[in-house]
Nanobody, 124 residues
Framework: QIQLAESGGGLVQAGGSLRLSCAVS????????MGWFRQGPGKEREFVAS????????FYADSVKGRFTISRDNAKNMVTLQMNSLNPEDTAEYYC?????????????????WGKGTLVTVSP
């Protein structure tokens, strides 16, 4: 079992930036592909970005491509999501996710572990 703890959410104006972090504990971090999902008000949870075990591949939702960057530090057991050019449509609860031995984009149905989420609010 692993535990995931997100941080870095908050309120930002449109056009601004935020950096989300997810600290992972409990098992070998590099065993897991890591990702970020989000759930906006009244919406279903959706994929945002994911990264394979040794950062060989990164995947992004079309809606965030070019604005968000996912990265990981296996020495620090940390995955981050740098979010730039934020707009109100990015307002959501953001969840860190882990998939054991994943080597492709993480599908929501294949997530093995979830964090509790961190709220991002983008004002117009």
């Amino acid at each position: 079992q692993i535990q995931l703890a997100e941080s870095g959410g908050g309120l930002v104006q449109a056009g601004g930036s935020l950096r989300l972090s997810c600290a992972v504990s409990g098992r070998t971090f590099s065993d897991y592909a890591m990702g970020w999902f989000r759930q906006g008000p009244g919406k279903e949870r959706e994929f945002v970005a994911s990264i394979t075990r040794f950062s060989g591949s990164k995947f992004y939702a079309d809606s965030v491509k070019g604005r968000f960057t996912i990265s990981r530090d296996n020495a620090k057991n940390m995955v981050t999501l740098q979010m730039n050019s934020l707009n109100p449509e990015d307002t959501a609860e953001y969840y860190c996710a882990a998939h054991l031995n994943g080597f492709q984009r993480i599908d929501i149905t294949s997530v093995d572990h979830w964090g509790k989420g961190t709220l991002v609010t983008v004002s117009p």
